[in-house]
């Protein structure tokens, strides 16, 4: 019996190419492969900022802000797109569309999957959060999937802020990121209200409780934004990236460079040292990583594994296989183009496996679909680029 559900199966999977062509054939799945195609909005629209979760059965989900052709629409909303061959190929499974505030999913997403029981939801459960605004204000709302995201139902409100206005003195909440510790669901965002800082980091739990500075600077034009967090197991620490504006200066010409601070504790990011990434190129130039940053950590690499950081301006990523030194930090060919907030992800069971995420960029120069590209780390290590199938 089961040979014949089997081949029924592939016999419909079979149908279902054969119709399916003349798309190209995607790449065998569980491979390293360049720039896969997850949506193409055939330009009616511009994607970008996409982020990811892994499924306990090894699922990606994948979703992403959509840009249309008005800044303001009520009909934004974030495509849900899942992969069951490790990002070979993609459906799209939903839309997590506004239930409540009558403004859309306009921007900013985050996805989650509940690995253990928290309040009333059960493990398996799948968190989205992202910034529902209008010329009203903003809103980090949190929203629940049972069905696999499938479907969607509204949480909660976390934090709301004014308008979305980037300018000192506007009050609204940006960017959320989620992450659960210790039994509580941590909400990082960055917080322009506080008018002594502009803006800063801060998170919320379930129950939201009092805000909770991660990056606070005394400065008022220094705005902190776009955290994103990793446990590093090794060094028992967590690591938090985030851009910090720095106005008219800059650093080796990035206007937003990318900081980070390491924590025993990833609700006491505030006490621990900001460090801005520099690195050597290998010429004798400095090179520091600019804007909308994300950081991942995979084991491979020697005993601290490798912390990995993208930015928004190079198709590379900066490494680091030193706990986080300094001065070790390394840029490696990524091969998936430069792109506003791209996302990072290692499969949890194949840790030499990097999956690098990308949309538009943020003025609108990419192709403005969603793609990405999976490298295996353990090819840097020999000089090679981590992709054999890398175009060109
Ligand atoms: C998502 O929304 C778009 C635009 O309304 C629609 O074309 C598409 O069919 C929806 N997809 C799913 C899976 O619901
Ligand atoms: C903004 O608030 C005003 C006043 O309450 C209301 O009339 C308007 O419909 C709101 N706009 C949106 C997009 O919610
Ligand atoms: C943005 O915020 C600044 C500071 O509060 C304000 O002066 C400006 O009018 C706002 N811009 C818009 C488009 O509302
Ligand atoms: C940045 O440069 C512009 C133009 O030179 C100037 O008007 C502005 O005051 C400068 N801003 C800061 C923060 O120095
Ligand atoms: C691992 O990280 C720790 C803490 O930063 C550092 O002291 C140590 O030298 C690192 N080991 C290697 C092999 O890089
Ligand atoms: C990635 O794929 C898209 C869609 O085919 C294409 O438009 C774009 O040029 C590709 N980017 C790179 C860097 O190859």
Same mark, same amino acid.
């Given at each position: ?115 253990? !029981? #928290?309040? =009333? ?5 799948? %968190?989205?959060? +992202? $910034? &529902?605004? /209008? ?98 197991? !090794? #060094?028992? =620490? ?5 851009? %910090?504006?720095? +106005? $008219? &200066?800059? /650093? ?111 003025? +609108? $120069? ?27």
């Amino acid at each position: 019996m089961r040979s014949a559900v089997a081949t029924f199966l592939w016999l419909a999977a079979q149908a279902g190419a054969a119709l399916a062509s003349p798309r190209p054939a995607p790449p065998a799945p569980f491979q390293t492969f360049t720039n896969r195609t997850i949506y193409d909005p055939h330009g009616k629209a511009r994607v970008m900022y996409p982020r990811v979760a892994e499924l306990d059965d090894g699922t990606l989900l994948v979703t992403a802000s959509v840009m249309g052709s008005s800044f303001f629409s009520r009909d934004a909303a974030f495509p849900i797109f899942e992969s069951k061959d490790a990002g070979a190929s993609w459906t799209w499974i939903s839309n997590l569309t506004d239930q409540v505030n009558g403004w859309g999913m306009s921007a900013q997403p985050a996805l989650l999957e509940l690995r253990e !029981p #928290l309040g =009333k939801f059960k493990p398996g459960t799948i %968190l989205a959060s +992202g $910034n &529902s605004w /209008s010329s009203n204000g903003t809103r980090i709302d949190l929203y629940a999937s049972t069905d696999r995201a499938r479907t969607w139902q509204f949480v909660s409100h976390v934090a709301q802020g004014g308008a979305p206005n980037t300018t000192n003195g506007a009050t609204p909440v940006w960017e959320p990121f989620l992450l659960v510790h210790n039994h509580e669901l941590i909400v990082y965002y960055s917080d322009q209200r506080d008018p002594l800082h502009g803006q800063k980091l801060s998170h919320d739990l379930l129950t939201w409780g009092p805000v909770i500075n991660d990056v606070a600077y005394a400065e008022y034009l220094a705005r902190p934004g776009m955290t994103v967090v990793a446990h590093i197991p !090794p #060094l028992r =620490k967590w690591i938090l990236v985030y851009e %910090l504006p720095v +106005g $008219n &200066s800059s /650093s080796y010409g990035s206007h937003y460079p990318v900081h980070y601070r390491l924590a025993d504790d990833p609700t006491q990011f505030d006490a621990a040292e900001p460090i801005a990434i520099v690195v050597d190129d290998g010429k004798g130039n400095k090179i520091a990583p600019n804007a909308s940053p994300y950081v991942v950590w995979s084991k491979e690499g020697g005993k601290n594994g490798t912390i990995v950081v993208s930015d928004a301006d190079r198709a590379a990523v900066y490494i680091n296989r030193a706990g986080g030194d300094p001065g070790k930090w390394e840029i490696k060919d990524a091969g998936q183009a430069e792109a506003y907030s791209r996302a990072l992800h290692v499969f949890e069971k194949r840790q030499e496996a990097l999956a690098v995420i990308g949309g538009d960029s943020f003025d +609108g $120069n990419g192709w403005g679909g969603l793609s990405l590209t999976v490298l295996d780390v353990r090819e840097w290590w020999g000089g090679g680029k981590g992709c054999k199938e890398r175009r060109a």
